[in-house]
């Protein structure tokens, strides 16, 4: 992710490219630093290390209370996101949001997507991104089938999760991120290095994403196909009601097989999905200001709009009025 901590209300950062004074964290040897700095809220330090291989990222989040951050994930064709320290909740634009535990990671192709981050307490917080390049991924098709999604025509344009849920990244991982962070070389041998151990990290994970793919169902193209475009139909059609009956008879399944099968696609529930989709298009709507709240609630299946509105703000922390009379904001 990139920062873009300008917009954020209530906030006053100031921005340096050195680490702060007295710095405990962890050093990319050879990074570029961006330090953010706001007495009332806290600090936050990016660095960044790139080649024409790879580039890593890591973050560390060290705030005085709960934070919602307006960030950016910028392109790229496999990206590893990594907690280091800590829990976050990490939600792209158009994706879902990513809930990572400590030693948690995910796999995840992105076009560049606005994204929401969320720290949930004032511990800090710490994680790392890794992206390869398509050169390095070819290579091993081969021995990991599943990477195949990335080169289709389908993947090539689009953001999603290689695979949907977070995965443990396994202590011979995490060893090799330690050697990463841990680097008690120069700038310039700690690169030569990081070659080696980025390719050593991507390895290693794939290992275990893999072990997620062999316990995931096993559904025939056509299946996939028919899951998708149910999703796809679900997520667009916001004032339409759905019986999962229709559904299931539509996608040839039982109804076990179906809830299992649709959260495989989904990385949720069809509700969930459903739910998600309604919320944004009712936030679309309210920052557009044509419509009433009211109005609102109904184009997204609410006839109460006592319900609309606490659903709104459970969903994205905040009640729709405040969309409408803050607009700058969002």
């Known amino acids: 992710m990139q920062l873009n901590l300008n917009p954020v209300p209530g906030q006053n950062f100031s921005f340096s490219a ?18 953010a700095i706001d007495p009332e809220a806290g600090s936050i330090v990016q660095q960044e290390l790139s080649n024409s291989h790879y580039t890593i990222r890591l973050y560390l989040f060290d705030l005085l209370q709960p934070s919602r951050l307006k960030v950016f994930q910028p392109g790229s064709f496999l990206c590893s996101i990594l907690a280091v320290k800590n829990n976050l909740d990490y939600r792209i ?21 606005p994204a929401i981050l969320y720290l ?11 992206s390869w390049t398509a050169e390095w991924l070819k290579q091993l098709i081969p021995r990991f089938d599943f990477l195949r999604s990335l080169f289709t025509p389908a993947g090539a344009n689009k953001s999603f999760f290689l695979r949907p849920h977070p995965r443990p990244a396994g202590a011979m991982a995490l060893d090799t991120v330690q050697h990463i962070l841990k680097s008690p070389f120069d700038e310039d041998i700690s690169r030569l290095l990081f070659e080696c151990h980025t390719r050593e990290y991507l ?6 994403a893999a072990k997620e793919a062999n316990e995931q169902m ?24 759905f019986r999962m009956a229709d559904l299931y008879r539509k996608a040839g399944m039982s109804a076990t097989r179906f809830k299992n099968a649709i959260k495989e696609i989904l990385g949720t529930t069809l509700g969930k999905h459903s739910m998600t989709a309604r919320m944004e298009e009712a936030r ?8 009433s709240p009211k109005q609102i609630s109904e184009k997204v ?18 009640p729709p009025g405040e969309v409408q009379q803050n607009k700058q904001r969002f």
């Open 93 to 113: 634009e158009g994706l879902k949001t990513l809930r990572l535990k400590h030693g948690q990671f995910a796999l995840l192709r992105s076009s560049g997507r």
């Open 301 to 318: 299946s609410y006839k109460d709009p006592t319900s609309f509105n606490k659903q709104f703000k459970k969903h994205f922390g905040y």
């Open 218 to 241: 096993r559904l025939t193209d056509r299946e996939r196909q028919i899951l998708i475009a149910i999703g796809e139909e679900v997520k667009t059609n916001h004032s339409k009601k």
């Open 18 to 35: 050195s680490l702060p004074p007295g710095f405990e964290g962890y050093v990319l040897r050879g990074g570029h630093v961006l330090t």
């Open 284 to 291: 679309r709507l309210l920052l557009e200001g044509e419509l």
């Open 203 to 208: 390895i290693l994970i794939l290992v275990e």
């Open 120 to 130: 949930s307490n004032n511990r800090p917080h710490e994680f790392m991104e890794i």
